[in-house]
């Protein structure tokens, strides 16, 4: 039987098809096991492209040293940050709800026919049983290619493909469930946020319990996200998922909790943003949506780091505000002290502070800390005014995104 | 089955922004090589520091894991990497087994590439040669 961990030893895999990132790939041909069980698997089929950036690969078990071709394991990539192409698809694909012609969707649909032909073939004509498999956008291929063949996935914080399935598999989909059983199976880290973006439609997704407050990718990353008992299953599965609230105050609160104030707004901007259908509409659609997004995110984060700078400067003001009390509350409780001694006397006392000029005013250039105050509030307003032309180059974008989006007819 | 439910707290509409919200965040981390979540730099990509420790570690893990005596070399061709956002790290390498070099793809779970000669059962490890792609070598035994 294959394990929740085989599933996930082998979604990590397929990672390495890529050509652009190992060199020599995973090939046909290649064999590897996995941990849990110690089942080794042959690579039979493997397939990538680099316009859109879609990578998949097929195994067979290998028992007692001989492929067994009845039974096939069909897994996918996610998206590789350094492909330019595999953002667009996840954009298209996933954001989207694109699965025609050209698309990662289109692709991973036609692998997994190929794959089973190809298992079928040395297997004496019979098709082998096909189960799928994927982390991240990998998961929602997988899901959304078992749904069309009428196949079980196994999947880790993958979107639930529901909104991009054909209504013929949503039927067998809904079937299928409510015949109480789950073809689709989506693991997804209660603080995932790629895997917790999407509706849990049909209760596919299964929250598995995450530690609070540790990195953002750490919930996303295969390898951190999950882990494993004796058996192979996944540790920590039924817990009931968390609020979008919960998530980013989890995220935030992880390195920045005195910046939650100015992160929160900033995301909230954004999703703002994204809710103008001027730009919501062409996310997915055309490119230069795209890249106003991008560039309205990196904004927003650098609107937010400039930001940071400006409360620190107000720091810097505050303390300075406080020089002179808090001068005079050290010389004061200094004078108390000495008080203390019964050969002091409170003039003598008085004396030495006046001969030795440690009164505050002797010892504090207040004209100085005048000037410093002043100089940070022309460093906040200078920020203040950075930030806004920030926010005015956005909305410069979003406009020019509009004009484009009707120019080309995109939408 | 458990942990299955239907519904949550997203609802389609808002869901659809939300990930175009989560994967332009992905996007931001893509194009600088990082992302912005959290009010911090969070690096996709290892230091070479932390490749060569890496490289170190799966090393050991396949020579144990492997336990041929005819394994005498494991030369990284690559400093290795994640090769997709959340994936697990590894790295290329030609491995010698019986004077016979195998291309392998090292991770620190799962390694594979060409299928290696069956060590003999109950066979154990023997010293090995490690070349770190950095050109320093290690003598593991």
Same mark, same amino acid.
């Given at each position: 039987m294959t394990t929740a961990y085989d599933f996930k030893s082998i979604a990590g895999e397929v990672y390495a098809v890529d050509p652009l990132k190992k060199t020599p790939p995973l090939a046909a041909g290649a064999t590897f096991k996995a941990p849990a069980t110690g089942q080794e698997y042959l690579v039979v089929h493997t397939a990538t492209n680099p316009v859109n950036g879609f990578q998949g690969m097929a195994v067979v078990p290998v028992v007692n040293g001989v492929p067994d071709y009845s039974q096939m394991i069909v897994s996918y990539a996610g998206t590789n940050p350094d492909h330019r192409a595999d953002l667009i698809a996840d954009v298209v694909t996933v954001v989207g709800l694109k !699965?025609? =012609? %050209? +698309?990662?969707?289109?692709?991973?649909l036609s692998f997994a026919d190929q794959a089973r032909a190809k298992a079928a073939k040395r297997d004496g004509g019979v098709p082998p049983s096909v189960s799928t498999t994927g982390h991240s956008l990998g998961g929602y291929l997988a899901m959304l290619v078992a749904? @069309?063949?009428r196949w079980q996935s196994t999947a880790f914080n993958g979107p639930v493909p529901w909104e991009d399935l054909s209504p013929e598999a949503k039927a067998w989909l809904k079937a299928e469930v409510e015949a109480g059983r789950f073809p689709l199976t989506d693991y997804v880290n209660e603080y995932d946020i790629v895997g917790n973006s999407v509706f849990n439609w049909l209760g596919t997704i299964v929250h598995v319990r995450g530690t609070p407050l540790k990195d953002v990718l750490s919930y996303h990353d295969l390898e951190d996200a999950f882990e494993f008992d004796g058996d192979g299953a996944v540790v920590g599965v039924g817990v009931p998922g968390r609020t979008d609230q @919960?998530?980013?105050? #989890? *995220?935030?609160?992880?390195?920045? =909790?005195?910046? !939650?104030?100015?992160?929160? =707004?900033?995301?909230?901007? +954004?999703? #703002?943003? $994204?809710?103008? =259908?001027?730009?919501? !509409?062409?996310? %997915?659609? $055309?490119v230069s949506g795209l890249i106003v997004t991008v560039d309205t995110v990196a904004a927003m984060s650098m609107s937010s780091t400039v930001l940071g700078a400006a409360d620190s400067l107000r720091a810097i003001k505050s303390i300075n505000a406080g020089l002179e009390e808090?001068?005079?509350? %050290?010389?004061?409780?200094?004078? !108390?002290?000495v008080n203390l001694f019964p050969f002091v006397t409170e003039r003598d006392v008085l004396e030495c502070v006046e001969t030795h000029k440690l009164e505050v005013r002797h010892n504090l250039d207040l004209a100085a800390v005048a000037e410093v105050g002043r100089l940070v509030d022309d460093h906040i307003e200078t920020i203040f005014r950075l930030s806004a032309g920030i926010g005015q180059a956005v909305s410069h974008a979003i406009a020019q995104d509009r004009q484009w989006a009707q120019a080309y007819g995109g939408r | 089955m458990v942990g299955r439910r239907y519904g949550g707290a997203n609802t389609p509409a808002a869901t659809r922004l939300f990930v175009a919200l989560v994967i332009a965040c992905a996007i931001v981390g893509g194009q600088a090589g990082c992302s912005l979540i959290g009010g911090r730099t969070v690096s996709q990509d290892e230091t070479t520091e932390t490749n060569l420790?890496?490289?170190?570690?799966?090393?050991?893990i396949f020579w144990r894991d492997y336990a041929n005596p005819a394994l005498t070399n494991i030369r990284f061709t690559d400093e290795g990497n994640k090769p997709g956002f959340g994936a697990p790290w590894s790295a290329n390498a030609v491995v010698t087994v019986g004077g016979q070099g195998f291309n392998e793809i090292l991770g620190a779970e799962v390694w594979g590439g060409d299928p290696l000669p069956a060590p003999a059962h109950g066979s154990t490890v023997g010293p090995i040669t490690v070349t770190y792609s950095d050109g320093t070598? @290690? *003598?593991v035994q």
């Open positions: !699965s025609g =012609p %050209g +698309t990662q969707a289109a692709d991973a749904a @069309e063949r @919960e998530i980013l105050a #989890n *995220l935030m609160d992880k390195d920045a =909790p005195a910046l !939650s104030w100015l992160l929160v =707004p900033a995301l909230a901007a +954004t999703m #703002n943003a $994204l809710r103008d =259908p001027a730009v919501g !509409s062409t996310v %997915g659609m $055309l808090q001068l005079q509350a %050290g010389l004061t409780g200094a004078m !108390s002290a | 420790a890496n490289q170190r570690k799966v090393a050991l070598q @290690e *003598l």
